[in-house]
């Protein structure tokens, strides 16, 4: 099942040829005509909801969402299953508690929208490093994953051309950013959404046929598959071999909520939306996206698991990585025909215009902080023309070393990055935005002790979890320098984080806690109701 015809493959590069090609055209022909601020940053807010919600929903879906979450739920089931819904609970949580306020209080950047009470250098760099920090881990995942994604595809298997890949793919990705900006990113977005859903949909529903559009035989055909029996629809299974497997589930899912929605390139996409209304309508889309790649992604993940069994699917991949791609494979049958061929082709192009996307929009996110946070805001009027200038060399400066390091990390397990970025939205990006958007007393001290406390925890900590060592299926499965006995670190971290925050704030006295108050009801009108939408 892991073997993909020679016809197969050669559709499949010219698939990936084709995309690259026409995206980067994209980019090109929409990307900012002239030196415009807005332009760059936002797109002038010219996207309707529904193409603004498909590009939230697009930035969202990483290929490590794809290819891990599908891979969980082909390896463990239920716990996979309840990852998911996670992934899909985080972006409603961003729907209805963080959404309109960050609208209203951003204007580019995460740093705008916490110095819009609290104005001040430190914080934007804070805003910065940690946009950065949490956004690099996964990017590295998603261009090493480049490299072993084409190489299962195309059949080859030398260090050599999956380096290049990578290398290749990063550059692209790199000029993504840095022509099209904000606009020429939300079409990629927009196509990378519509051909994953509708590629999906088409294996989702062939492989409920396969079990006459009946999703209980379906599970118990994949229970009966799973080498585990009714183990496989019952929590716990992934992390059974830790010491608190239900502990480690619920703080694992916990940190999906809170941090999965709050990442930098997420978040930028709010301040794209022209009004209120039209940030709850693109929304709106964007949940009703991912309810459905939700939906499509556990049908395909257990369809694999019911079709080809467990153990094949481990064999291919210990940490089920290509559970979606064999799946997809056992839908559409030995792929002789070009039906089937050009059906499989789709999937895999999907895949890959997810790569293509996930990357440039992180690309982006922590370009536009880079210039406009850090080096605009040491100019008091810095012309348009340069900013635009810093964030696009911004872009080159952010991607090349992670191109680089990508190139080290390749052979190893990825997991521990995806989860990081995922501890420092949940301890650090979280609680700094629910105290600046809804705290009053909330100061400057105590914001740069949730971003610094909440990160330096997460790095402390990830070292010692049971993703790094001391498992098979760890980073370094030969060494045991496991003392922290979790799959994350949000048991400790995300506590810490919101008490750094409150600590901080205590810390500042009451005179500045009074202050804050005042600041803070300066602007609250522009916060929680976009009243009188002020530019930073």
Request: charged share 10%; hydrophobic share 50%.
């Amino acid at each position: 099942m892991t073997e993909f015809s020679g016809n197969a493959q050669a559709m499949s590069l010219v698939g990936f040829s084709a995309v690259a090609t026409i995206t980067l055209l994209l980019c090109v022909m929409t990307g900012p005509d002239r030196d415009d601020l807005d332009e760059f940053y936002t797109g002038y807010n010219s996207l309707s909801p529904m193409r603004n919600g498909l590009a939230i929903a697009g930035d969202y879906i990483s290929a490590a969402t794809v290819l891990g979450t599908g891979g969980v739920i082909a390896l463990f089931g239920y716990d996979g299953i309840v990852l998911a819904l996670s992934t899909a609970l985080s972006l409603m949580l961003l729907m209805f508690l963080l959404a309109e306020p960050l609208r209203n209080a951003g204007r580019f950047t995460m740093g705008d929208a916490l110095t819009r009470r609290m104005p001040g250098r430190s914080v934007r760099i804070a805003a910065c490093a940690v946009t950065i920090t949490a956004l690099v881990p996964l990017m590295l995942v998603q261009l090493a994953g480049t490299g072993q994604l084409l190489a299962f595809l195309l059949g080859f298997g030398g260090d050599t051309l999956q380096t290049g890949c990578i290398i290749g793919v990063g550059a692209l990705m790199i000029s993504y950013a840095a022509i099209g900006g904000m606009k020429g990113t939300a079409l990629i977005q927009i196509l990378k959404m519509i051909m994953l859903l509708g590629s999906g949909a088409v294996v989702a529903v062939l492989i409920l046929n396969r079990f006459d559009w009946d999703p209980g035989a379906l599970f118990d055909a994949a229970a009966a598959k799973s080498g585990v029996g009714p183990a496989f629809l019952e929590s716990g299974l992934q992390f059974a071999h830790g010491p608190n497997p239900r502990l480690d589930m619920i703080t694992s899912q916990l940190t999906v909520v809170l941090g999965g929605a709050c990442l930098p390139h997420v978040t930028m996409r709010m301040y794209t939306a022209s009004s209120a209304r039209q940030v709850r309508r693109s929304m709106s889309w964007a949940v009703s996206s991912v309810a459905l790649f939700v939906l499509v992604i556990t049908v395909v993940g257990c369809g694999a698991t019911a079709l080809i069994g467990r153990a094949v699917i481990a064999q291919a991949d210990p940490r089920g990585n290509t559970a979606y791609l064999l799946g997809s494979q056992a839908a559409f049958g030995p792929a002789v025909s070009t039906t089937e061929t050009f059906l499989f082709t789709t999937v895999t192009t999907a895949i890959f215009l997810t790569l293509l996307a996930s990357v440039a929009g992180m690309i982006l996110a922590c370009a536009n902080s880079l210039a406009h946070d850090v080096f605009a805001a040491r100019v008091r009027e810095m012309s348009p023309r340069r900013e635009m200038t810093l964030a696009r060399v911004s872009a080159l400066a952010v991607g090349v070393p992670a191109i680089l390091l990508a190139t080290l990390v390749q052979h190893h397990s990825l997991q521990p990055l995806v989860t990081l970025s995922f501890c420092l939205g949940a301890s650090a990006i979280a609680p700094a935005l629910v105290y600046s958007l809804f705290w009053r007393r909330y100061t400057r001290t105590g914001l740069l002790s949730t971003l610094i406390g909440g990160s330096l925890a997460v790095l402390l900590l990830m070292p010692g979890t049971n993703l790094v060592s001391g498992s098979p299926l760890s980073a370094f499965p030969d060494a045991d320098f496991n003392w922290f006995p979790f799959t994350t670190t949000g048991l400790v971290s995300i506590p810490l984080g919101f008490a750094c925050g409150w600590l901080g704030t205590m810390a500042s006295g009451r005179q500045k806690a009074a202050e804050q108050r005042r600041q803070y009801e300066a602007v609250e009108g522009w916060i929680l109701a976009g009243a009188a939408r002020r530019r930073a």
